[in-house]
Structures are given as C-alpha cells and as structure tokens.
C-alpha cells in the first residue's frame, strides 16, 4: 500500500524553460556598442563571430580579447487569482563575465584565405532569486554558461564578396535548483526539500557568413548561424528529501538537450564621412525548441520523466548602431535594439521570466599605440513590464528585467 | 558639453540595473467594515486536522489567515488580537493526532501511512480555555464536530469536549453561546460555516441510520451522530444561527457544504481493489457467490469487493461505490475481506447511501444560498471549490488536489484540511468577498505553510 500514500509527482515542474533568456549578444565590444549590429561590417577579429565572410577583409593577423559584466535584475509582482497585486520580490543580484577570444587574419599579406580561430560566450547568464520566494517551487536559482570554439576559413572570392565558414563546438554547464513540497519531521515547519541538477553539455554546428562590399562606403553582410543541441549526458541529479522518501527520490543521473536555436542575419553598414552607420536583423529560429525534455535514469512512481511544452515563437530582432571618428585616436559608439520575446503568454515562467527588450548602448575605442586599440562599451536593456503567467504551474505576476553590462576589451594588429 | 551629455546618458543607462514593479494594490474593505471578525463552525474552521486538535493546526486555520490579510486593509480593516481557544500543546487533544510511520502488514509489505503519534499528549491545560482579554473575547468560537443540529441541545458542553473547554457555560445550548458571543465581540463581520457534519456523520460511519432525512432524536432534540440531520431542523437552526449573527448588523459570508464523497477519505481505498493472481482464485469465489452473483464473473485482475450492502445483503460492489480509508488493511490482505468475507457495511458507502448523501448536500446548499439571497451576505460556493481541488489546483508550481497526501490540501485524516489546505480555502474566500463586497483583500501565499511532514 506504500503506493497508495504518494502515487502523482511531486515534482511538478522542473526545469520548464530553460535557456532562451540567457542567450547574450555580447561576441564583440564595438558591436555591442552599436546596438549588437555587426554583420556586414568587419571592424575587427570579432567579425569571426558575427560575420565569419568579414575575416578575410581584415589588414594583418589579429589577435582580440574581451569581457563583460552582466547584472542582471529581476523584479516580480505577485498577481493574484482576484487580480489584486500584494507582493513585490526582486532577484538575488549576479554578475557573469561572459569573456571572448579571437585570433586570426589573412594567412599572408597577399592571400585571398583568411584563417581564425573565435572562442566565445553565447550563453552566460542565470537568475537566482530568495530560496524562500513565491515561486520556489517552480525555481530558486538557474544557472547556464556555453562556450563556443570555432575554428575559421574565409575566403575573398572577388574584390566585393567574401564568404567564411567556421565549425562550432559548444560545452557548457548548467544548474538548476527547485524547491520541493515535502517537509521533515524534524526541523523548522516549511523546511522544503530541494531538487538541484547539475550537468554538463556539448553539442556542435555551424557559423556561415557572406561579406559584400557594394562600394567602399557600403556594405551588406549575411550569416547563418546553426542550431547548436547541447546534449546533457549524465548529469546529477540530487534530492534533498526526508528519509522516508529517499526510495522514492533516489539521487540518479539525468539527460537532456537543450537546443540552442538557428540564426539568420542580414545586416548593412555606411560610411559618411567620419560617421559609420549600421543595421542589422536576426531571424531567430526559436519554435525548434517546443518542448523541453528531461530523463532519469531511475524512475520512481513519484519521480518520472519531465516533458515540457515551450511553444517558443520566432523572432525577429532590429539592431542599429553608429560610430563617430572623433580623431585618428578616439572612436566613439552607440546603438540601440528591440528585441523581441519568444516567449508566448502563458509559458512566463520565473525561471526565465522573458519580455520584449529594449536595448541602449555606448562605447569608445582608443588607438593609444600603433597596433594597439582598447574598447569600453556599456549596454542597458529593459525589459518591457510584462503581465505573464505561467499556466502549468499556476504562477501569475508582472515581471520587469534589467541589466546592466559594461565591457572592457582590446586587441592587437600584428 | 558633449562630455556632460556622455555622463548623463551612462546615468540613464545604469538606472537600469535596479528594475521595480511598483504595482501592488492597496488592500480596500470595500463595502465591509472587518474590524471585529468572528468565525462560527465545525471542525472545518477550528484548525481541526490529522484527527486531532492542535496548537500548530488552530493557528493554521482559515480564520486566522482571514484575519490576517483583513489586518492588512488600512481603513475598516481587521483589529486584533484574534482569539483563538488555543490548546497547549502540539500532539493532539483530547486524542493523539495522526502522523506517518512505518508499519509491517500481516503479508510482510513495508508501508508509509498515518499512525497514531506516540508522544505525550498534553491534555493537561487543554481542558479548559479561558480568553486572557476583554471579558473573555474569543473571535473562533468553531467547536469540531459540532452540527446545526446541536444548536438547540441543552447541556451540550457536556456531550462534547471541545465545546465544554471554552463555553462560558457549558450546561446552555450552543445557540445560547452563540449570543453570549456576539453580545461579546460585537462582530461587524463574520463566516459560517456549519452543516457539514449534519451529514459528514453519516457518511463517515459508512452510512449508518436511516440517511433518508427522517430521523428522529434519540433523546429529547438529540440526533444520531451517524445520521443524517432532518433538513426541517437543519433549516430551522440554520436561520436561527444566521439570525443570531446577523444581530448587530454585521456582513458575513456563509459556506456551504462541499461534496463530502470527493474527501480522501472516501477515494483512496478503491472498490474495484480485489486482485485476483490465480485462475484457481477467481473459480472458488464464483462458486462460492453463485447464488447471488449469477450474472457477474470473477477473473484475473481488477475485481469489486465483496461487501455487505445497506441492508447487510451480501453483494459485489458497484462502479461509484466507495470504500472508506479506515478499514482496516491487515483484514483486506489476510483474512479475505472483500473476497471470501463480505466487507462489513460501515466501511462501505452503497449506490444508495451515496444518493442520500448527495441530496441532502443539495437540500442542504438551496437552505444556505436562500439565507444568502434573503439577508444579502456573500455566498462562498464550497461545493464548486472541492470539484475544482478534486480535478487539481496549480498554484504557484504545485497541483494541489483530493489526493491523499500527495494532492498536498488534506490532513492525514483524508477528511480535514492541512495548513495548506486551510490557506486555499482562505483564499477562495477572499474571492468570494471581494467580488461581492467590491473589496481588494490580497491573498496569502498558500506555500508558506507547513505541508505533510515526512519521517
């Protein structure tokens, strides 16, 4: 009869969204001072990342560093069933340093074949709120870092197009923790269980790229970028539970896949004089990820295997950004993006509570020394307030997400 | 002042860092005026639960956490304290309370289910309760197990324990009492919920007594416990105890009576529980019922239960028919119950029990919902509130439900709620209230408190 005391799932809702939030624009500093636009024009090494085709445009072997501090910020406002709005709850403040490294050029002065290597953060963010918050069992904290190695061949094939491809191999880590409704008898009242996964992913794909130079003051750029699947194998899962219910929560092993979505960009750049203008769009391809899978390797009549349904959305994001030369010494940026959500209504979940972004950025590059240019940009992004819910899990509220993220980076022309 | 520009714009830029939802809603009385708020009841709003009373359970019952969000409204809002007849300690009173244990049954299997608490009770200072404010002030006056139908039984302090520990006088009538209280508190706003038991008795001894709603007192105007009150003396007494509220005026909300068949306590153990392993099996209790069962067929699998019917008539069970949760286990695995011994009826709730039991739910509503209409008070549908818990509640990452233990709303009685439960029905309430008092009473956060408890 053991059966009959705990038949349905307790753990309800792991690990429902996962992922789509996190993904950062944030491949290269100049670009993120314009908004995150950077497809048709090649300003530097990082163009490995947002057009692999612009390598072959650059004067010289290259080598590019970079970091940034993102702070993220979630506020949340509890809404209830009667519509009435009672508590306000903010995210545990975080900072990520996603980091970027690039290095390559034209293999030699002459050449039309142009090699690199690029190894860079996609995805390097989490939230964390109060392990006690209103929304504690469905997450109190996520985590998900990715780095991307990929190695580079462009090639220019006429004086106005050049095309480059590179390969993508991803690793990443991800955590996750949850709150689970089963108290001991010993301890404080609301002492919860806790549910924590921790694992790690690879997956591979692909960065395509072609560069158009129109004329020397017009450019247009057109990449493609794979879905990459981060394959979890084997990761832990562990449960703190009271004894009683260890058998039915046995610390086990889990897989899943998180599938990082295709992009599709078009971008164009022009020069009026000193003044560098440019846009961009990205097609995101995020209804490949309509439903997210997680499977342990033991199964009890309490804990089975999770099938969450996404139904993410495509999105269509709009970048533009400007550069101003001041002199042969100083650059100065900005830029802005609206960045859609795929999140739809009714899958806002606190784990990744997603909402249309508006983005504002600035920047300047030095050349202090021949060779030698030192970037510092900053992005601000604001989410739209938005009223979600979270229909699985019964979980309402307004949600509003900021971050705040500086960048310092440089590189060297050799 | 290109550079002034630059710095104001990086100002702008990190005032994001720091987003805020600044949307929350004054709490507003509306039409109400909550500052002394009285709960009128049975088991149901006196923190009653896992079989017993308990500290821990009273200050987890729906009340308190109504009067803690009506605290939160600035004007009109509630005012303590909120006295409660608190008990002294956490184990049960005046028996022990029932928490989960291990226990071995005659097959050898290993279980989790509720057990009786082994640690000391604490009767001692529990039997009598006496308000440390005001003249005596005690805003839950809810007595477990109390019935409309007791309201007019002289001398019931003394037919029922939780009553006698805080009645100013234990020898009157419960409406006496009742009277005595509201000439006390002067409520401006109350809830009532009673009539639960008037049928809950019944259902909860499997049916006993007549069930039709013509039973006649055993003694004087006493009823039997495991009958069915009259819907004339429920009618009478229920107007008599609105009345008795509604005396200085106040608002109220009055809650009628769920589907008790929906309880745990009734759909945990299933009819069709009989499983037959052997061919051989299933040949012998053919044999053995062929008088009586000529047209039903034993096979491997899912079989229905062997019962004695209402009538003690001998009988397989139906589709719908319930088993109660307290038959005893050992009996149903060892010694044949359900297969080669008929199930004894006061485990079992027949076709026709289960018909009696729903209509005088039904009767019983049109009553309350009329007493609603006629003294213009909010009704709060309870009925619909256990259908949507039987089909399942989401609530901020959880599914509540009528599951026992696992649905996480019941008691390990599986017939009283558990602080989370209570927190539901708070907030159903408050639903209620603020739609027909055109309030906006925030409602509480039903994860906060404390859940089964696990060994």
């Known amino acids: 009869m053991k059966k009959h005391v705990l038949t349905a799932s307790l753990l309800m809702s792991v690990m429902t969204s996962f992922g789509a939030g996190f993904q950062l624009n944030l491949q290269g500093l100049r670009q993120l001072a314009m908004g995150g636009s950077g497809t048709a024009w090649p300003w530097d090494a990082s163009t490995i990342f947002y057009n692999p085709g612009g390598l072959a445009r650059l004067k010289g072997v290259q080598v590019y560093g970079s970091m940034m501090f993102i702070m993220p910020s979630t506020a949340y406002g509890n809404r209830d069933n009667s519509g009435v709005t009672s508590s306000n709850e903010q995210s545990v403040r975080q900072t990520f340093t996603p980091f970027n490294l690039y290095f390559g050029g034209r293999v030699h002065e002459d050449s039309r074949l142009a090699l690199g290597l690029g190894i860079y953060t996609p995805f390097g963010s989490g939230l964390k709120w109060d392990d006690n918050w209103l929304g504690k069992y469905i997450v109190q904290s996520i985590d998900l870092k990715c780095v991307f190695f990929q190695p580079t061949v462009a090639y220019r094939a006429t004086e106005w197009l050049s095309v480059g491809g590179g390969f993508v191999f991803g690793a990443g880590t991800i955590d996750f923790r949850q709150a689970m409704p089963v108290h001991g008898m010993l301890g404080a009242d609301v002492d919860d269980g806790q549910a924590h996964l921790h694992g790690s992913a690879t997956g591979v794909g692909f960065n395509l790229g072609a560069q158009i130079k129109m004329r020397e003051n017009l450019q247009f750029g057109l990449t493609y970028r794979s879905q990459v699947n981060m394959d979890v194998s084997a990761g832990a899962a562990t449960f703190n539970v009271p004894t009683s219910l260890r058998d039915s929560f046995p610390n086990t092993k889990f897989d899943s896949r998180l599938p990082l979505p295709q992009v599709a960009s078009f971008g164009v750049g022009w020069r009026l004089g000193d003044v560098t203008l440019q846009a961009d769009l990205n097609y995101t391809g995020w209804n490949s990820y309509d439903t997210l899978r997680f499977d342990f390797k033991q199964t009890t009549s309490s804990l089975s295997n999770v099938r969450a349904p996404r139904h993410y959305r495509n999105t269509l994001t709009t970048r533009v950004g400007a550069c101003y030369k001041l002199s042969n010494v100083v650059s100065l940026m900005a830029g802005g993006a609206y960045d859609p959500t795929p999140v739809t209504n009714g899958f806002v979940s606190p784990d990744l509570p997603d909402a249309d972004r508006i983005v504002l950025t600035c920047g300047i590059s030095i050349k202090p020394a021949r060779g030698l240019t030192i970037m510092a940009a900053f992005e601000g992004v604001n989410s739209v307030k938005r009223n979600g819910t979270y229909d699985h899990a019964g979980f309402n509220g307004i949600y509003k997400t900021s971050a705040a993220t500086p960048g310092i980076g440089l590189y060297y022309n050799f | ?455």
């Open chain 2, 1 to 455: 002042m290109k550079k002034v520009y630059i710095v104001g714009g990086l100002a702008l830029l990190f005032a994001a860092c720091k987003p805020s939802v600044n949307v929350t809603t004054p709490a507003k009385a509306g039409d109400v005026v909550f500052t002394n708020y009285m709960a009128v009841g049975c088991s149901y709003s006196s923190g009653y639960g896992d079989k017993s009373l308990t500290v821990s359970g009273q200050l987890n019952s729906f009340p308190q956490r109504l009067f803690e969000q009506f605290e939160t409204i600035n004007t009109n809002g509630a005012k303590g304290p909120f006295i409660q007849p608190l008990v002294t300690g956490d184990n049960g009173y005046p028996e022990a309370k029932l928490v989960l244990g291990k226990v071995t049954y005659c097959d050898g299997q290993i279980a989790m289910v509720p057990v009786s608490t082994t640690l000391p009770l604490d009767s001692n200072g529990s039997w009598r309760y006496l308000s440390p404010v005001n003249n005596g002030q005690i805003n839950n006056i809810s007595v477990p197990r109390i019935r409309v139908a007791d309201y007019p039984v002289v001398g019931y302090g003394g037919l029922n324990k939780y009553a006698q520990r805080f009645y100013y006088d234990p020898s009157k009538r419960p409406l006496d009492e009742l009277y005595s209280r509201v000439f006390n508190l002067h409520p401006t706003f109350f809830t009532l919920w009673l009539g639960v038991t008037d049928v809950l008795g019944y259902a909860a001894s499997g049916g006993q007594g007549d069930g039709t709603g013509a039973a006649v007192p055993v003694t004087l105007n006493i009823y039997n416990s495991s009958d069915i009150t009259p819907t004339t003396v429920f009618t009478a007494y229920y107007d008599s105890i609105v009345t008795a509220l509604t005396s200085t005026s106040a608002s109220g909300a009055l809650l009628n009576i769920p589907d008790i068949t929906a309880l745990p306590y009734f759909t945990t153990v299933p009819a069709n529980g009989l499983n037959i392993t052997r061919k051989g099996f299933a040949d012998t209790l053919q044999a053995m019922y062929s008088t009586i069962m000529f047209d039903k067929v034993f096979q491997e699998g899912a079989n229905y239960y062997i019962i004695k019917d209402h009538d003690g008539q001998t009988r397989q069970a139906v589709p719908g028919e319930l088993i109660l949760m307290t038959i005893p286990r050992d009996s149903l695995k060892c010694a044949g119950w359900g297969s080669t011994t008929p199930i004894p009826k006061e485990y079992v709730l027949t076709t026709d029990e289960l018909q009696n039991i729903r209509n005088t739910v039904s009767k019983f509503n049109y009553v309350i919902q009329q007493e609603c209409q006629l003294r213009k008070l909010a009704y709060v549908d309870m009925f619909s509130f256990m259908k949507t818990l039987s089909s399942g509640i989401a609530y901020n990452g959880i599914n509540y439900s009528t599951e026992f233990v696992s649905g996480g709303a019941f008691s390990l009685d599986g017939v009283h709620l558990n602080a989370r439960g209570n927190a539901l029905v708070a907030n159903y309430i408050i639903n209620t209230i603020n739609n027909y008092y055109h309030s906006t009473i925030p409602q509480t956060d039903v994860n906060k408190y404390p859940g089964i408890k696990f060994p």
